[in-house]
């Protein structure tokens, strides 16, 4: 009997098509081992240091693709995994990679992105596969209705992508997209960019309702950041998502549409 030997990084997208639910739960568990031994890493160098280890987050809660308030372990690091760009185990980082292609070739066949994104984050435990998805809905925006909404009216969630996109097209340990990748040229996308492309696709389709929904995700994003004490940068940030802040102009005989600040 023959026996052979496949990496990581070979397997796992085999798993993923034979048998996807076994897949995602192995994904599931080195991702949070990954972001948990990450974390008690830097609690043991706080501590040593003199620091409060308690003073350290855990994680965020946050409300993403139905599954409900709850915490999601990780930090900025492990947002980014996903990306190959950041601090972690290598491991973690190729599982992201497969389950990012995997995803992508589910799109291809019809299956749409609400539903994938609320597989993938039904047992999901980590910010590593949050930053994924967020990263796969900005790449399918087009087809993204209000999938993104709860992650846009939160201030942290907002910083970890502006964090991930400053590091965009440096260092990726798997190397540089696929020409043919869908959206690849979002990957440099922060959320302004992505709150503006929301707010101007509801003007272009005269959905007054869809443009009120997307004005009270800026105030919810300016109440979860303190309200009338919330940072003048996050009040900036949240005028992206009220088309009232928006103005069209015209330049050598082309009409643009700029974000007033």
């Known amino acids: 009997t023959e026996i052979y030997t496949l990496s990581l990084h070979d397997a796992l997208p085999i798993l993923l098509k034979e048998d996807f639910a076994r897949g995602l739960r192995l994904i599931d568990r080195m991702l949070d081992r990954g972001a948990r031994v990450r974390l008690e890493t830097l609690s043991t160098l706080h501590r040593q240091m003199g620091g409060d280890p308690s003073a350290l987050s855990e994680g965020l809660q946050l409300d993403f693709a139905a599954s409900g308030p709850r915490t999601f372990v990780g930090d900025q690091h492990a947002w980014s995994w996903y990306r190959g760009s950041s601090v972690g185990p290598y491991p973690c980082m190729s599982a992201l990679f497969a389950l990012e292609m995997f995803m992508d070739g589910c799109e291809r066949s019809g299956i749409d992105v609400d539903s994938l994104t609320k597989r993938v984050m039904r047992d999901a435990s980590t910010l590593a596969s949050g930053g994924l998805c967020f990263g ?45 990748l869908p959206g690849r040229e979002r990957r440099g996308w922060t959320p302004l960019n992505v709150a503006m492309y929301l707010v101007v696709a509801a003007m272009q389709h005269r959905d007054e309702q869809r443009l009120r929904e997307l004005r009270e995700i800026g105030a919810r994003l ?7 004490n919330a940072h003048p940068t996050v009040v900036r940030w949240a005028a992206h998502l009220d088309w009232s802040n928006y103005s069209v102009i015209e330049q050598d005989g082309q009409l643009f549409i700029k974000a007033d600040e």
């Open 222 to 228: 300016i109440e979860n950041a303190g309200g009338k």
């Open 136 to 180: 796969f809905l900005v790449r399918h925006i087009d087809k993204v209705s209000k999938e993104l909404d709860t992650l846009l009216a939160e201030p942290s969630v907002w910083e970890l992508e502006f964090g991930r996109v400053s590091h965009e097209g440096s260092l990726h340990v798997q190397g540089s997209d696929d020409a043919a």
